[in-house]
């Protein structure tokens, strides 16, 4: 069974910064892109980033660009968020997910991740 536990989340002030990890288990790791994504309150659940298997690519959503680093270490099975200067608009639940398919790239539609997290809270205070 593959569970993925996020961690990492918190409260802080505009213009600082929180690292998210994301742990899986119970699947060969390496071989699967992994993604987060993000639901703000009222809001329907927008992609991030994501990351290939290898961690040689990488794609984000122009609103994070330049702010957040995905990057994975494939030993730990375990994907990380760097987020720096945070807004107070990146305040939402954030969502790690493992692609359905093995040796695909990092996709930015929910349809291509089997797995879910289970969500961490990230607020950002003005």
């Known amino acids: 069974q593959v569970q993925l536990v996020e961690s990492g989340g918190g409260l802080v002030q505009a213009g600082g910064s929180l690292r998210l990890s994301c742990l899986v288990s119970?699947?060969?790791?390496?071989?699967?892109?992994m993604g987060w994504f993000r639901q703000a309150p009222g809001k329907e659940r927008e992609f991030v980033t994501a990351?290939?298997?290898?961690?040689?690519?990488?794609r984000y959503a122009d609103s994070v660009k330049g702010r957040f680093t995905i990057s994975r270490d494939n030993a730990k099975k375990t994907v990380y968020l760097q987020m720096n200067s945070l807004k107070p608009e990146d305040t939402a639940v954030y969502y790690c997910?493992?692609?359905?398919?093995?040796?695909?790239?990092?996709?930015?539609?929910?349809?291509?991740?089997?797995?879910w997290g289970q969500g961490t809270q990230v607020t950002v205070s003005s």
């Open positions: 990351i290939s298997g290898s961690g040689g690519s990488t």
């Open positions: 997910a493992v692609a359905s398919r093995p040796f695909s790239g990092g996709s930015a539609y929910e349809s291509d991740y089997g797995y």
């Open positions: 119970g699947r060969t790791f390496s071989t699967y892109a």
